[in-house]
């Protein structure tokens, strides 16, 4: 299978829809990891692959490092899904989401606040170079 922007939008949009559901079943103010459990249960009764709580590799001046870094979620391989349950998405959450996807190098990040009763308001899509270069069908 052949990778393209359309894929991965189609994907993301799959995913925002998962989100919705959770939100609407569960509504807001309860913790990350609460979402995060239940939108993996979601992604995957939709068919879809997902990886938890992904240790990132830090490659620092050529060395491999092992950080604590954690990606919240990633499907299929190809967008990292940060989970937010927040008052307010800040500046550092957007920076946070590029740098996890140019360390994993993949082409797209969604940034999810389910604080809110209205994902879609407060929802970040962020793409990288490596989404750019994909073949738009």
């Not at 979620?73 to 140019?102: C, F, H, S, W």
């Not at 999810?112 to 209205?118: K, L, P, Y």
Request: neutral net charge; aromatic residues 8%.
């Amino acid at each position: 299978m052949i990778i393209t922007k359309k894929f991965v939008n189609d994907l993301s949009y799959e995913i925002v829809g998962a989100a919705i559901e959770v939100n609407k079943y569960l509504g807001p103010g309860l913790l990350e990891s609460v979402y995060e459990k239940c939108l993996i249960k979601e992604l995957e009764i939709r068919g879809l692959k997902t990886t938890a709580q992904k240790q990132i590799e830090n490659n620092y001046k050529g060395i491999k490092l092992n950080t604590e870094l954690r990606s919240d979620i990633i499907v299929e391989d190809l967008i990292i899904v940060e989970n937010k349950a927040v008052e307010k998405i800040i500046d550092i959450y957007k920076a946070q989401l590029l740098t996890y996807l140019k360390l994993l190098n993949l082409p797209k990040g969604l940034l999810i606040n389910f604080n809110t009763t209205n994902i879609t308001k407060d929802l970040v899509p962020l793409v990288t170079e490596r989404f750019a270069l994909l073949p738009d069908y």
